[in-house]
């Protein structure tokens, strides 16, 4: 599977839907989903394992029906869930944060769980990208994020964007190495998120052709799923 998606879909000009600026009509699918309905006819075991999913729109189920149910985060909960691993997840996506706006709520958000959490997952990037942003910055955003993790002992699992070539190729090259460049230096899981797969199959995506649909929902955490479940750190 190829990242590059976001890159297809920014170079058509979707600006601003990432940052889930515009009152759109929820996508109209049932909140029941099969990863839902294995997950809570299926037995799990061990201690809990607390996962915090820490980004933007594409966390929080923007556009979704139900995002309670339909996010990214409530679905790969059941998806792990469903395969009878005990982790609970915590949704802290918020609709058009950029890396900034995300460092400066990391902390908060650490201390406001009511345990400390055994994993977290960073998506952020993305509105840093329809801002056109300085890399710079958006590297030195990500590298405090993950210095806060690594204070606190909390792994992390960082999930790798990649930049759109109108911005230029030197302007590109230097985004794209951002994720994998900062999960080396961090020891932190990279996981390709937004993938061609899913981001330039209308079907899969809402009317904005940035936010994916329930369906495509499902088909990011089918593809990520396991990632995220080798990176879970042992139970107890």
């Given amino acids: 599977m190829r990242v590059g998606g976001l890159s297809i879909i920014l170079a058509l000009g979707a600006l601003g839907a990432l940052a889930g600026c515009r009152d759109e009509a929820p996508v109209p ?3 029941a989903t099969p990863a839902a309905t294995a997950a809570a006819a299926a037995e799990v075991s061990g201690p809990e ?3 915090l999913a820490f980004g933007d729109s594409l966390f929080a189920g923007y556009g979704l029906a139900d995002p309670a149910k339909q996010s990214y985060p409530a679905m790969l909960e059941a998806a792990l869930r469903a395969e009878g691993r005990n982790v609970r997840i915590a949704n802290a996506g918020v609709s058009g944060e950029t890396t900034a706006a995300g460092r400066q709520r990391l902390a908060f958000t650490l201390d406001a769980q009511p345990e400390k959490p055994d994993l977290v997952i960073l998506e952020l990037g993305g509105n840093d990208l329809l801002r056109g942003l300085p890399p710079e910055q958006t590297r030195a955003n ?6 806060e993790l690594k204070a606190r002992g909390i792994p992390a699992v960082l999930y790798g964007l990649q930049a759109p070539p109108n911005y230029g190729a030197a302007w590109q090259e230097t985004f794209d190495a951002i994720y994998p460049d900062l999960a080396k230096e961090y020891g ?9 797969d899913v981001f330039t199959d209308p079907a899969m995506l809402q009317p904005d052709r940035i936010h994916p649909t329930a369906r495509g929902v499902a088909a990011l955490v089918a593809a990520t799923d396991d ?3 080798a990176a879970l750190p042992p139970a107890g």
């Fill in 29 to 31: 699918e049932p909140a």
């Fill in 49 to 51: 394992l607390r996962v």
């Fill in 142 to 147: 990500l590298a405090a994020m993950l210095d």
């Fill in 188 to 196: 932190a899981k990279l996981v390709p998120f937004v993938t061609e």
């Fill in 227 to 229: 990632a995220v479940a």
